[in-house]
């Protein structure tokens, strides 16, 4: 079985031996986006380099992100515990490309990355496209030999990312697993999609265009590359799970708030140990990075994850709401 710390090191190795430089997690809190409470995706420490503002002395780079999503835009703190993929904190993995290489190498990489580095049975990947996007769907033919049934075309923003209203924009194709038809639910773009059978893996942006306030686009001059991979996610498929609570790291801790309170940690009251052990270690990082609980703001947000939503006795900052 490898461990997350195992699968974190192998992608960052393998894009070091790629020419990128492994940039190290920025802080939670946004250094350079007054907009975010917390970071939440691998591409915010690197904003300025993708709109030219900042300049570095790399034009490739990867990290394993720290992120936060327990507020704002992307706020998932609702699902935490009921679901099998949502966290308020959890790491992703990326690589990113500031002008240099574009589709033709993004996509190579991650095929190579995946059934190669990581051995995944390319027989049980399948990806999507944005409907107009024929190149990368070539690529895709190409490079990794999917069918034009294991290619599909999507025609809404699920399949194009916007960086806000105007700005850089671009197409993007999503990597799926396919978890077998003894799981219920059915390929992305079906009625049946938000079924557990395919698992959305990794997000590869084309980031090459460039959105104005009338709705009309132009090229990019630098196009560019932002990708995003949940490590618990490619954790739980690499060790044979279904669950990223099943995931090494995460199981460890249920399992100590399950022998803190004597409960199964499979028991009735599941739940519960799986929200701990998430906020537990979104409390941690965030307080490791200067976020203290308080009455306001992202203190407010942290005192909510240590203890007012938990709903047990082993929480241990009091209730506040």
Not at 83 to 93: I, N, Q, S, V, Y
Not at 99 to 127: C, N, S
Not at 247 to 266: G, K, V
Request: charged residues 25%.
């Amino acid at each position: 079985m490898s461990s997350l710390n195992d699968i974190r090191s192998t992608f960052l190795d393998f894009y070091r031996r790629n020419g990128h430089e492994v940039v190290p997690s920025s802080p939670l809190v946004p250094r350079n986006d007054p907009t975010l409470m917390f970071v939440n995706s691998g591409m915010v420490q690197f904003k300025n380099l993708f709109t030219g503002v900042e300049k570095r002395d790399y034009t490739r780079a990867t990290s394993a992100q720290k992120c936060v999503r327990a507020g704002g835009k992307h706020n998932d703190l609702d699902n935490v515990g009921y679901t099998a993929r949502h966290h308020t904190f959890f790491e992703m993995l990326g690589n990113f490309s500031f002008g240099d290489y574009f589709k033709e190498q993004a996509i190579p990489y991650a095929w190579e990355l995946l059934t190669r580095e990581f051995g995944i049975d390319k027989d049980r990947l399948l990806v999507t496209v944005y409907h107009t996007d024929e190149q990368a769907a070539d690529i895709w033919k190409k490079v990794a030999g999917l069918p034009d049934d294991r290619i599909i075309r999507i025609a809404t923003n699920d399949n194009f990312w916007m960086m806000g209203p105007t700005g850089p924009c671009g197409p993007c194709t999503e990597i799926f697993y396919d978890h077998g038809d003894h799981i219920a639910g059915g390929p992305p773009g079906s009625p049946d999609e938000d079924g557990d059978r395919f698992i959305e893996i990794w997000n590869l942006v084309f980031m090459q265009n460039e959105r104005y306030e009338d709705g009309s686009m132009s090229d990019l001059a630098m196009q560019s590359i932002d990708t995003g991979m949940g490590l618990e996610r490619v954790g739980a498929l690499l060790q044979g799970k279904h669950d990223n609570y099943d995931t090494d790291t995460m199981r460890a801790l249920i399992e100590a708030s399950a022998h803190a309170t004597s409960q199964d940690p499979d028991g009735p009251g599941n739940v519960h140990h799986r929200v701990i052990a998430d906020h537990l270690r979104s409390t941690s990082f965030l307080i490791a990075d200067g976020v203290m609980p308080s009455s306001d703001g992202r203190g407010y947000v942290c005192v909510g994850l240590c203890g007012a939503r938990c709903g047990t006795h082993i929480c241990w900052v009091p209730k506040t709401r």
